[in-house]
T-cell receptor, first 112, second 113 residues
Framework: DADVTQTPRNRITKTGKRIMLECSQT?????MYWYRQDPGLGLRLIYY???????NKGEISDGYSVSRQAQAKFSLSLESAIPNQTALYFC???????????FGSGTRLTVV | DQQVKQNSPSLSVQEGRISILNCDYT??????FLWYKKYPAEGPTFLIS?????DKNEDGRFTVFLNKSAKHLSLHIVPSQPGDSAVYFC????????????FGKGTLLTVNP
């Protein structure tokens, strides 16, 4: 099994719909992150969590929310999807020093 | 304000030659730098890193050089192989970031047979 598992791998949804992207990890790390990748823009941090009771906004959190259900689970929600949220989304986890991020394989989201 | 910059969106080299990927940063408080490699349909994977107390770190065909005074680092791949074709992200941490990584935009490396 992969260290970081993201579901679904691909999703097409309509504008205005609510959608949840799920992430689970088996590394036993407290730190988890959600990133978005767009062509030419690299990886941008949406939200991050340093433990189950800690949730922080990243640089592009507008339009997104997260839930840290357990140490191993961190989900990302789009409350009302819009087309410019079409992107590749990555979940990651890291050790306490932030070294050695482990990424999931990504979720390709298309909002039509 | 982009704190980690990869100014070359793409780079093409011949198999067997050297690939040099560059990265500049603006935050002088960054003290740890990493390179990640990403293939299509996969997540980024860690490649090599360097602490600010060093100026060079080598791992097989991959070497990272750090020039703190210039706020510049580079990744050298020698010899380049077609399997090295991927997007390479430079990342940095430190400077009050609470150990969060700041990524560059990435450079697409193509190694031609």
């Amino acid at each position: 099994d992969a260290d970081v598992t993201q579901t679904p791998r691909n999703r097409i949804t309509k504008t205005g719909k609510r959608i949840m992207l799920e992430c689970s990890q088996t590394k036993g790390h407290d730190r988890m992150y959600w990133y978005r990748q767009d062509p030419g823009l690299g990886l941008r941090l949406i939200y991050y969590s340093f433990d189950v009771k800690d949730i922080n906004k990243g640089e592009i959190s507008d339009g997104y929310s997260v839930s840290r259900q357990a140490q191993a689970k961190f989900s990302l929600s789009l409350e009302s999807a819009i087309p410019n949220q079409t992107a590749l989304y990555f979940c990651a986890t890291s050790d306490p020093l932030g070294v050695g991020y482990t990424f999931g394989s990504g979720t390709r989201l298309t909002v039509v | 304000d982009q704190q980690v910059k990869q100014n070359s969106p793409s780079l093409s080299v011949q198999e067997g030659r050297i690939s040099i990927l560059n990265c500049d940063y603006t935050n002088s408080m960054f003290d740890y730098f990493l390179w990640y490699k990403k293939y299509p349909a996969e997540g980024p994977t860690f490649l090599i890193s360097i602490s600010s107390i060093k100026d060079k770190n080598e791992d097989g065909r991959f070497t990272v050089f750090l020039n703190k005074s210039a706020k510049h680092l580079s990744l050298h791949i020698v010899p380049s192989q077609p399997g090295d074709s991927a997007v390479y992200f430079c990342a940095a941490e430190g400077g009050g970031s609470n150990y969060k990584l700041t990524f560059g935009k990435g450079t697409l490396l193509t190694v031609n047979p």
